[in-house]
Nanobody
Framework: QVRLVESGGGLAQAGRSLRLSCAAY????????VGWYRQAPGKQRELVAT???????NYADSAKGRFTISRDNAKNTVYLQMNSPKPEDTAVYYC???????????????WGQGTQVTVSS
């Protein structure tokens, strides 16, 4: 079994940087693609950024130039550096990962429980 645990959320002032972490625990053989998503009240969950196992990144237009996704494979952890956050970035942030376990024989998609980010103006 694999668990994804997000941390680093909280209350931030607009313009003050914030870094979210997503750590994977359990029977992990390999972590492939990892994504950060967010869901604001009354809105659908949306993609923020993704990173592949070789470090290729992709960003939603709203995140380009402000957010940076990175990963530390040795720690099974992915980060989302949020620079210049705005009040409209307020949401619950979730990480999502494709993980191989059981020596690579089993692949599954996992979600974390989410971490609340609130940006005040």
């Amino acid at each position: 079994q694999v668990r994804l645990v997000e941390s680093g959320g909280g209350l931030a002032q607009a313009g003050r940087s914030l870094r979210l972490s997503c750590a994977a625990y359990g029977d992990i053989f390999k972590i492939e693609n990892v994504g950060w998503y967010r869901q604001a009240p009354g809105k659908q969950r949306e993609l923020v950024a993704t990173i592949t196992s070789d470090g290729t990144t992709n960003y939603a237009d709203s995140a380009k130039g402000r957010f940076t996704i990175s990963r530390d494979n040795a720690k099974n952890t992915v980060y989302l550096q949020m620079n210049s956050p705005k009040p409209e970035d307020t949401a619950v942030y979730y990480c999502n990962a494709d993980v191989a376990s059981q020596g690579g024989r089993r692949w599954a998609e996992y979600w974390g429980q989410g971490t609340q980010v609130t940006v005040s103006s």
